[in-house]
Antibody
Framework: EVQLVQSGAEVKRPGESLRISCRGS????????IGWVRQMPGKGLEWMAI????????TYSPSFQGQVTISADKSIGTAYLQWSSLKASDTAVYYC??????????WGQGTLVTVSS | QSVLTQPPSVSAAPGQKVTISCSGT????????ISWYQQLPGTAPKLLIY???KRPSGIPDRFSGSKSGTSATLGITGLQTGDEADYYC???????????FGGGTKLTVL
């Protein structure tokens, strides 16, 4: 059974750094693309970025290029989403999901990130 | 404002049928497969339809998808109160080499 388990909720101050994680199991993690989707409070889904863990090949949405960094550690089956300097507008729920055939077929439970002074 | 246009809301009575549209361009829907996602309140999205009209294992045949040109449609028959959710279309954007979601449609089963 494919499972994606995300790290817990985070509360941060503006300007702080953060890395959230997503551990995949039940499938061959290194050779399946995995990505991140943002959902701001009361808003829709936004496609952020995907990564191929085997060689760390990445694709970013232009809206998120330079704003976040996606990475993965294939040895422990975990993908990451990282910010170097958080803003209040980064407050959202972030979902990881497996990207197969240009669709997200399995989703994590979501990680709520709250950025507030 | 999303590149893929969906109606903000639709509603219908239990047992009835509803359709949700998703409109795009030749850069996205016109030359790529469409997928549809269901997000029940307070939960993560779930894949409902992929490759325009295919259902993952476990998705009932009450849910169907179609595509014509630069538009796609999700159909739901035999509506149940448990179908109340937000529905999103998704596809690939060839000109930007990235994925896209529609703005989402809230389904109310009256």
């Amino acid at each position: 059974e494919v499972q994606l388990v995300q790290s817990g909720a985070e509360v941060k101050r503006p300007g702080e750094s953060l890395r959230i994680s997503c551990r995949g199991s039940g499938y061959t993690f290194p050779t399946s693309w995995i990505g991140w989707v943002r959902q701001m409070p009361g808003k829709g889904l936004e496609w952020m970025a995907i990564i191929y863990p085997s060689d760390s090949d990445t694709t970013y949405s232009p809206s998120f290029q330079g704003q976040v960094t996606i990475s993965a550690d294939k040895s422990i089956g975990t993908a990451y989403l990282q910010w170097s300097s958080l803003k209040a507008s980064d407050t959202a729920v972030y979902y990881c999901a497996r990207w197969v055939g240009r669709r997200f077929d399995y989703w994590g439970q979501g990680t709520l990130v709250t950025v507030s002074s | 404002q999303s590149v893929l246009t969906q109606p903000p809301s639709v509603s219908a009575a239990p047992g009835q049928k509803v359709t949700i549209s998703c409109s795009g361009t030749s850069s996205n829907i016109g030359n790529n497969y469409i997928s549809w996602y269901q997000q029940l309140p307070g939960t993560a999205p779930k894949l409902l339809i992929y490759d325009n009209n295919k259902r993952p294992s476990g998705i009932p045949d009450r849910f169907s998808g179609s595509k014509s040109g630069t538009s796609a449609t999700l159909g739901i028959t035999g509506l149940q109160t448990g179908d109340e959710a937000d529905y999103y279309c998704g596809t690939w954007n060839g000109s930007l080499s990235g994925g896209l979601f529609g703005g989402g449609t809230k389904l109310t089963v009256l």
